[in-house]
């Protein structure tokens, strides 16, 4: 979708004009035209609660207007915000419109080039369709360009969030892909294509006998019961003018099915399962915004993609495999793969001597069950970068809630005959535990884990992925490009 700044409302050439009012709103005040502003006044005395919404249209003049309650100035929080423009991208898709003119009050408490940000991506996320696979399209919706009446806001806000839209959408549709389309193979193909797109984006794919070379014992243990092939995919953001400056590493969880491997996991939902690669399409995802922004920062992906399945030849529970690290693991629950791919990729990040890392994975239910579908959850061993990440996620309204890493947690993953245990017996501290393996292999370097497994998607009848958190991810990238600047 397009989206511009209008400077005025006087001559408004779109399909409907969209006004947010207060509860104490004079209508005299509003920069439309004074017809305008008599039938706006008529139409007021109908918005009787906040959210409250009227919509109008004049057959004669090609005229429609559409108004919402947006309550009292002092609860105009962006949430609200956010809340009222949901309502108002599905009354207009609705009404089949082609192009709307959009006219919200401004919040207080934020400038206007971060509202523009954040109302372009809301609209976006919330018009989003994935259509690919249909054979009957009569479904998507008319809209096709959107302008935004905000004074104070700049081009440059409104191309900076068409940018993180277009990697958000990018993330959504190829983790809504089935399993059967976007494998191991296919994830490598999207890097190679990035790698072809963008002079700043370099691409390394190692198969399976380079994994084995790697001593990637971890790794390989998940992708044994599968005829896919796994695939390590390394690839690389050179930012303009940083020279040989220590990257920032993202590590994405990339199992493209996850049946649970010989610990079956429960046929109920299982087809959402090829959502488990959602942490590896986020990091393509952020990549591909790096290299648009052309954000002055090195940035290193890599992803760990391989299937988990059972068969014959599946990991057994009760295996014991040796990692890249060379510790060694006992796997008492197959179910429990992804800490063991992002184990060794962790370990492989040690060579770049990173600026600090972060992984991103659909981890655990039990993280689902902590914080629920609204906050990512997730677990640093360090305090700045931990501040960071919040810092990043309030700003990007993808809000995160950092969860304790307590050494007293790691006694749970003692095994009687390997290293450590992939999996404590008992359900209890799931997600922690989940952390405290992975940080048995990230001591080297400042190291944050966030684990989307329950807002990476939106699960049932009507599941998508949401392609969270890449706008968090992009905006912890703005905020130490900002940092390297000054």
């Not at 369709?129 to 935004?148: C, G, I, M, R, V």
Request: contains cysteine; negative net charge; aromatic residues 6%.
């Amino acid at each position: 979708m397009n989206h511009g700044l209008c400077p005025s409302l006087e001559q408004i050439k779109s399909d409907c004009l969209v006004i947010g009012l207060f509860d104490d709103t004079h209508i005299t005040e509003l920069p439309i035209k004074p017809a305008m502003q008599a039938l706006t006044a008529h139409l007021k005395t109908r918005l009787i609660e906040p959210g409250d919404t009227i919509y109008h249209s004049d057959d004669q003049h090609a005229h429609e207007l559409l108004l919402i309650h947006c309550g009292e100035k002092q609860a105009f929080t962006p949430s609200v915000l956010k809340d009222h423009l949901y309502k108002v991208a599905a009354l207009i898709t609705t009404q089949r419109l082609h192009s709307a003119t959009l006219f919200f009050p401004q919040l207080s408490t934020h400038t206007p080039d971060w509202q523009i940000e954040q109302m372009i991506l809301h609209f976006e996320a919330k018009t989003y369709q994935f259509l690919d696979l249909k054979t009957q399209k009569n479904h998507p919706h008319a809209l096709k360009s959107l302008e935004w009446f905000l004074p104070g806001a700049t081009e440059a806000a409104v191309q900076t969030a068409q940018t993180i839209a277009a990697s958000i959408r990018y993330t959504r549709n190829l983790a809504n892909l089935p399993a059967n389309i976007c494998t191991p193979t296919y994830m490598a193909k999207q890097a190679q294509i990035l790698d072809a797109e963008w002079d700043s984006i370099t691409t390394k794919i190692m198969n399976k006998d380079a994994i084995e070379k790697l001593n990637m014992g971890a790794f390989l243990a998940v992708a044994k019961g599968s005829t896919e092939p796994p695939q390590f995919i390394q690839i690389k953001y050179q930012g303009p003018g940083v020279g040989a400056e220590p990257p920032i590493v993202l590590i994405g969880k990339g199992i493209t099915f996850d049946s649970g491997g010989i610990s079956l996991k429960p046929a109920e939902f299982m087809e959402e399962m090829k959502f488990d690669m959602a942490g590896a399409a986020s990091v393509l995802g952020t990549l591909q915004a790096c290299a648009t922004l052309k954000l002055p920062i090195n940035v290193i992906g890599l992803l760990a993609c391989a299937e988990n399945m059972p068969s014959g030849g599946a990991t057994k529970p009760g295996d014991v495999v040796t990692s890249m690290a060379g510790l060694t693991v006992e796997i008492t629950n197959t179910d429990a793969e992804g800490r063991l791919v992002l184990a060794d990729a962790l370990h492989y990040a040690k060579q770049f001597n990173p600026k600090f890392v972060v992984d991103i994975a659909t981890l655990t239910g039990a993280m689902v069950i902590a914080l629920g579908y609204i906050t990512t959850g997730f677990m640093s061993n360090d305090q700045e970068l931990s501040e960071k990440m919040a810092a990043a996620g309030e700003h990007s309204q993808e809000k995160v809630w950092r969860m304790p890493l307590d050494p007293a947690y790691q006694d749970m993953l003692n095994s009687p005959i390997a290293d450590m245990l992939n999996a404590p017996v008992g359900r209890v501290a799931g997600a922690i535990t989940a952390a405290c393996f992975l940080s048995r292999f990230a001591e080297s370097f400042r190291w944050a884990h966030l684990d989307i497994a329950g807002t990476g998607w939106v699960s049932g009848k009507d599941r998508c992925a949401t392609g969270r958190p890449v706008a968090l991810l992009v905006q912890l990238l703005r905020d130490l490009a900002a940092e390297n600047a000054n």
